[in-house]
């Protein structure tokens, strides 16, 4: 590879350092994730261009600005960092994020049962026909010294708006190409809890869903959840119309598009 130019270096220091410095912002915000404030605006708008970001607000006075890294920007940022030898998130040094492979739907139906109690969990058979028909909405983190699954996201898309039972019920309900998700589960083994990895699988799978024009994710979660999704930039609509389980729960959303 031949010397970067002194251009080419502000891009991607620039990147690395949006990605090292992100925080939450909020306010609401796509999924609530912000990268850092003040950078220069040349570079902003060469990697907007370039898709390693979007959305950034620009202001002709030279003000503060916010700017979201792409999926893409991300993958980027973490290339920059490895080529530098600097240390990334422990979370993506010990796990994979991706898509669900076939042979690991056994796994998935396994992991359901020990998340959620008896009342609320999907059965194996459910939650293996949903992997048949939807493999491309359950989202996976695999810790890569084990090759076990941590924890996964898991939906279905369609074009209804509001969120109803059978949705955990009928796969047959998924449409591939439906500009809203249902999400129907976020789980996370116990002894992985409280790293961040939830967070992580949230903010990959909306980063995921808005590159491909989703309009909007719905999830419905008990009351002690709400708190927690807020944090990831859902919003709170109030006592859902579900009964799954027998439980009261709350309907959530975050727009992406």
């Given at each position: 590879?031949?010397?970067?130019?002194r251009?080419?270096?502000?891009?991607?220091?620039?990147?690395a350092?949006?990605?090292?410095t992100?925080?939450?912002?909020?306010?609401?915000s796509?999924?609530?994730?912000?990268?850092?404030?003040g950078y220069?605006f040349d570079?902003?708008?060469?990697?907007?261009?370039s898709?390693?970001?979007f959305?950034p607000?620009?202001?002709?006075?030279?003000?503060?600005k916010?700017?979201?890294?792409?999926?893409?920007?991300?993958?980027?940022a973490?290339?920059?960092?490895k080529?530098?030898?600097?240390?990334?998130?422990?979370?993506?040094e010990?796990?994979?994020?991706?898509?669900?492979?076939?042979e690991?739907?056994?796994?998935?139906?396994?992991?359901e049962?020990?998340?959620?109690?008896?009342?609320?969990?999907?059965t194996?058979?459910r939650?293996?026909?949903?992997?048949?028909?939807?493999?491309?909405?359950f989202?996976?983190?695999?810790d890569?010294?084990?090759g076990?699954?941590?924890?996964?996201?898991?939906?279905?898309?369609t074009?209804?708006y509001?969120?109803?039972?059978?949705f955990?019920?009928?796969?047959?309900?998924?449409?591939a190409?439906?500009?809203?998700?249902m999400?129907?589960?976020?789980d996370?083994?116990?002894?992985?809890?409280?790293?961040?990895?939830?967070?992580e699988l949230?903010?990959?799978?909306?980063?995921?869903e808005?590159?491909?024009?989703?309009?909007?994710?719905?999830?419905?979660?008990l009351?002690n959840?709400?708190k927690?999704?807020?944090?990831f930039?859902?919003?709170?609509?109030g006592?859902?119309?579900?009964?799954w389980g027998?439980?009261?729960?709350?309907?959530?959303d975050?727009f992406?598009n």
């Amino acid at each position: 590879m031949g010397k970067k130019t002194r251009q080419e270096t502000i891009d991607e220091l620039t990147l690395a350092l949006m990605y090292l410095t992100r925080f939450n912002d909020r306010e609401g915000s796509h999924f609530n994730e912000m990268a850092w404030k003040g950078y220069d605006f040349d570079s902003i708008e060469r990697l907007d261009q370039s898709d390693y970001i979007f959305d950034p607000k620009r202001s002709r006075g030279g003000a503060y600005k916010h700017a979201y890294l792409t999926e893409k920007g991300r993958q980027r940022a973490r290339e920059i960092l490895k080529e530098l030898d600097a240390e990334d998130q422990k979370l993506y040094e010990r796990f994979e994020f991706r898509t669900i492979k076939p042979e690991e739907a056994d796994e998935a139906a396994e992991i359901e049962q020990i998340c959620f109690p008896p009342n609320e969990a999907c059965t194996p058979e459910r939650i293996k026909e949903r992997i048949s028909v939807a493999a491309d909405f359950f989202y996976v983190a695999i810790d890569k010294e084990t090759g076990k699954m941590a924890g996964f996201l898991n939906g279905i898309a369609t074009d209804e708006y509001d969120f109803r039972d059978e949705f955990f019920t009928d796969a047959e309900l998924h449409n591939a190409d439906g500009k809203n998700i249902m999400i129907l589960g976020l789980d996370v083994l116990p002894e992985y809890r409280k790293q961040g990895l939830g967070r992580e699988l949230v903010y990959n799978y909306c980063r995921r869903e808005q590159n491909r024009d989703r309009k909007r994710l719905v999830l419905t979660c008990l009351p002690n959840k709400v708190k927690m999704y807020t944090k990831f930039g859902f919003l709170d609509r109030g006592e859902a119309a579900s009964t799954w389980g027998g439980e009261k729960w709350h309907e959530m959303d975050i727009f992406l598009n």
